[in-house]
Structure formats: structure tokens, C-alpha cells
């Protein structure tokens, strides 16, 4: 109905919305701003992981992301073990499958 008008504090909680969202700088601190970004986790080269404000209601929930690139490799990004409160992202080189710390950027949909 086009006369309905949804409140944002009401359309945040629709599945179409992002729930998350964030840069990672390759150092693995969070670049301001994020939103629903409890912390990052700095695991090691490439391999970090994002903790939630909020947690989603199940592990079914969907996710995507960029991977910065260092000076001469194109980096791959990956969203893995989605768990309800955090998601762990990876950045390899798309040559030689390595790591490494590139800045890195993540959105998440779904129920939370």
C-alpha cells in the first residue's frame, strides 16, 4: 500500500534490510562507520572475525563482501562459519591462495 509508512525504528528488524555492515582496515581495526559491529576479531594475516551487536535469529542469514587489493595481487574475500552472533571473513591472493591483510568490507541480511 503506498500510503503505509513503515517507521525506521520498525523497518530495521525487515530481512531486507543490512543488519551489519563494515570496512576492515588491513590492520584489522573497524573503519568508522559501521553499524551492528560489536568488534573485530584479528585472527591472523587475512583472517579476522566480525562479532555482532545483536545476534541474527538462526545461521541462515545471507552476506557478501569486497577485498581490497595489495599493490600487485587481486585479493579474494570469503564469508565462512556463519554463526548467530559473528561471521568469520577471510582475504587470500587470488594467485597463490595466501593471505593477507587488505582492507575488507562485509554487509549481512537477515532475521535478528
Same mark, same amino acid.
Given at each position: 500500500?503506498?500510503?503505509?509508512?513503515?517507521?525506521?525504528?520498525?523497518?530495521?528488524?525487515?530481512?531486507?534490510?543490512?543488519?551489519?555492515?563494515?570496512?576492515?582496515?588491513?590492520?584489522?581495526?573497524?573503519? /568508522?562507520?559501521?553499524?551492528?559491529? /560489536?568488534?573485530?576479531?584479528? +585472527?591472523s594475516a587475512g583472517?579476522a572475525v566480525i562479532?555482532?551487536?545483536?545476534a541474527f535469529s538462526?545461521?541462515?542469514?545471507?552476506?557478501?563482501?569486497?577485498?581490497?587489493?595489495?599493490?600487485?595481487?587481486?585479493? +579474494?574475500?570469503?564469508?565462512?562459519?556463519?554463526?548467530?552472533? /559473528?561471521?568469520?571473513?577471510?582475504?587470500?591472493?587470488?594467485? &597463490?591462495?595466501?593471505?593477507? &591483510?587488505?582492507?575488507?568490507?562485509?554487509?549481512?541480511?537477515?532475521?535478528?
Amino acid at each position: 500500500n503506498e500510503d503505509t509508512y513503515v517507521p525506521p525504528d520498525l523497518i530495521k528488524h525487515s530481512p531486507g534490510v543490512a543488519k551489519v555492515w563494515c570496512q576492515i582496515a588491513s590492520g584489522g581495526a573497524v573503519s /568508522s562507520p559501521d553499524y551492528g559491529v /560489536s568488534s573485530v576479531s584479528d +585472527i591472523s594475516a587475512g583472517d579476522a572475525v566480525i562479532n555482532y551487536t545483536t545476534a541474527f535469529s538462526s545461521v541462515v542469514y545471507a552476506g557478501g563482501g569486497f577485498s581490497g587489493n595489495d599493490s600487485t595481487d587481486p585479493a +579474494i574475500m570469503a564469508l565462512a562459519a556463519f554463526a548467530t552472533g /559473528s561471521v568469520h571473513v577471510t582475504s587470500r591472493k587470488q594467485s &597463490d591462495g595466501l593471505r593477507l &591483510d587488505v582492507l575488507q568490507t562485509a554487509v549481512l541480511f537477515g532475521d535478528q
